[in-house]
T-cell receptor
Framework: DVKVTQSSRYLVKRTGEKVFLECVQD?????MFWYRQDPGLGLRLIYFSYDVKMKEKGDIPEGYSVSREKKERFSLILESASTNQTSMYLC?????????????FGPGTRLTVL | GQNIDQPTEMTATEGAIVQINCTYQTSGFNGLFWYQQHAGEAPTFLSYNVLDGLEEKGRFSSFLSRSKGYSYLLLKELQMKDSASYLCAVIDSNYQLIWGAGTKLIIKP
């Protein structure tokens, strides 16, 4: 059974803190994605990666960075958390481009920045 | 720009049929997904259309017309557990997924 896990379901941080969100998939997928989801806005792509050590900016990369040191793990980093980064963060993975592009999602991390 | 439009919210009655529409304007087209998302949970895959026509899967069907930039998700014999948000997403010419904001479906007894 396909599985994407995220390190935390709920997280509360203070403004200015450095925040790490971890995502692990066990499907040997090449592609991994980080989204944030806010009411009325749908899913917005922050960063994605097609391979180890490779990253591409999505639609809203400002204030975020990512790391992909191993194929199964994709980390999202908030260098200095701000209140406008309070959101639901969803990680997803999918197999190689050109194959099924279905994305498999993790359970999400609801981050609150105070 | 790229755009996907879905109704924000719909209400239907248990046992009835509901159709959720999705229209899109994207740079190219390589397929369309429908996902279901219950409140506080991750989206889960429902259907994928790349050719025109109707794809049926149990109580759920999805239709695509590429010439019209239009899709719909049809849910039959509605159950209370179908209360969720339904997300439409299109794969563009760069194989990027463009997401709609989702349609919140409320089922009433």
């Amino acid at each position: 059974d396909v599985k994407v896990t995220q390190s935390s379901r709920y997280l509360v941080k203070r403004t200015g803190e450095k925040v790490f969100l971890e995502c692990v998939q066990d499907m040997d997928h090449e592609n991994m994605f980080w989204y944030r989801q806010d009411p009325g806005l749908g899913l917005r792509l922050i960063y994605f990666s097609y391979d180890v050590k490779m990253k591409e900016k999505g639609d809203i990369p400002e204030g975020y960075s990512v790391s992909r040191e191993k194929k199964e793990r994709f980390s999202l980093i908030l260098e200095s958390a701000s209140t406008n980064q309070t959101s639901m963060y969803l990680c997803a993975s999918s197999p190689l481009q050109g194959q099924s592009n279905e994305q498999f999602f993790g359970p999400g991390t609801r981050l609150t920045v105070l | 720009g790229q755009n996907i439009d879905q109704p924000t919210e719909m209400t239907a009655t248990e046992g009835a049929i509901v159709q959720i529409n999705c229209t899109y304007q994207t740079s190219g087209f390589n397929g369309l997904f429908w996902y279901q998302q219950h409140a506080g949970e991750a989206p889960t895959f429902l259907s994928y259309n790349v050719l025109d026509g109707l794809e049926e899967k149990g109580r759920f069907s999805s239709f695509l017309s590429r010439s019209k930039g239009y899709s719909y998700l049809l849910l039959k014999e509605l159950q209370m557990k179908d209360s969720a948000s339904y997300l439409c997403a299109v794969i563009d010419s760069n194989y990027q997924l463009i997401w709609g904001a989702g349609t919140k479906l409320i089922i009433k007894p």
